[in-house]
């Protein structure tokens, strides 16, 4: 197992997320959600708490780096099946503090708080006491106030880049966030031109649905298309809303996501069955011009699929709008 040492004394940087390499030592310095970690060579037995983490580790070609992954969310990307299906899977969701240990992790990833939970592996503080160094997205710190205030396609970029330097791939992080922008401008690029659109982001439930407010993924996603979020005024990231405040704001476009759980309103088809059975939802702006975009789950949070999920909305916006203006 390689070196790995995680130094609660000193920083070298501020915030979360910010990543430089020392110049008078191999070491690599990163400090994560306000947590500084030096981690002395590249990590060999990484753990990548969900399928969003171990994506991006993938993306960036390190297969023969990860001990373990867990908490499958959706299906894998294509180009990146193979890879995965040769990752041990540790558990269905969070592997617990035993589990996660018992693979001998040298760093572990997750873009979700929830991960490092007691009843999952333990605070990121009780694993530097093992010698594991713990990394965690700028998106969901554990102290919330070092989230940042809307969630920017910049700190995706600067995770990637983090992931890659810590591994010693930091050229492969370069590539991949530049391909990551070319995507991102063109998509803004294509976007319909004086877009007039309320759009509202549906993730799941029925009763009390989680509705995307203004501090998330898809009010970014909605500012860079051009449109409105019709919960902007909404400053958490998935509130919990109801169908007479929906029904209020009568947004034009439902972006929905397709979950793959299997839980109440989480696949794609069972949200517009719902919406148009409802006696409220169905009378919505929305569901009666059938003006409906799907994205996948996994796509509605800071990862990898992000800039997918801008090119999904643009052209499901420009289908609709084109259509209709045509």
């Not at 910010?18 to 947590?35: E, F, H, K, Q």
């Not at 991102?184 to 509202?200: G, I, K, Q, V, W």
């Not at 019709?230 to 439902?254: S, T």
């Not at 794609?268 to 169905?282: G, I, N, Y």
């Amino acid at each position: 197992m390689a070196a790995a040492v995680l130094t609660l004394a000193a920083a070298c940087g501020s915030g979360s997320g910010t990543a430089t390499t020392a110049s008078a030592s191999p070491a690599t310095r990163v400090t994560s959600c306000g947590l500084p970690l030096t981690i002395q060579a590249p990590p060999r037995q990484a753990v990548a708490m969900e399928q969003n983490a171990a994506e991006i580790m993938l993306t960036l070609g390190l297969a023969d780096h990860m001990a373990g992954t867990a908490y499958q969310t959706d299906p894998v990307l294509p180009e990146l099946a193979q890879s995965y299906a040769k990752v041990p899977v540790l558990a269905e969701q969070y592997p617990g503090r035993e589990a996660l240990l018992a693979g001998k992790p040298d760093f572990v990833y997750s873009m979700r708080a929830s991960a490092f939970a007691p009843e999952a592996a333990g605070s990121r503080q009780e694993l530097a006491k093992l010698g594991v160094p713990a990394y965690l997205s700028s998106n969901d710190c554990e102290d919330r106030a070092l989230i940042p205030a809307t969630a920017e396609f910049e700190a995706i970029f600067k995770e990637i880049d983090d992931i890659a330097t810590v591994f010693g791939v930091p050229e492969r992080g370069r590539s991949v966030v530049a391909d990551l922008r070319r995507r991102l401008e063109a998509a803004e690029r294509a976007a319909p031109a004086n877009l007039d659109a309320d759009l509202m982001w549906y993730y799941s439930g029925t009763k009390t649905p989680a509705i995307a407010g203004d501090t998330g993924l898809p009010g970014t996603i909605t500012r860079l298309l051009g449109a409105r979020n019709a919960f902007a005024d909404v400053r958490q990231q998935w509130p919990e809303g109801n169908w007479e405040e929906i029904a209020a704001r009568d947004p034009d476009v439902i972006v929905l996501a397709d979950l793959t759980r299997g839980g109440d309103g989480d696949s794609a088809e069972a949200k517009k069955r719902f919406l148009r059975d409802d006696p409220v939802a169905s009378r919505l702006t929305a569901v009666r011009n059938d003006r409906f975009i799907v994205v996948p789950g996994s796509s509605v949070d800071p990862s990898i699929r992000a800039v997918t999920a801008v090119e999904q909305v643009g052209r499901g916006l420009t289908r609709l709008y084109n259509k209709e203006n045509s």
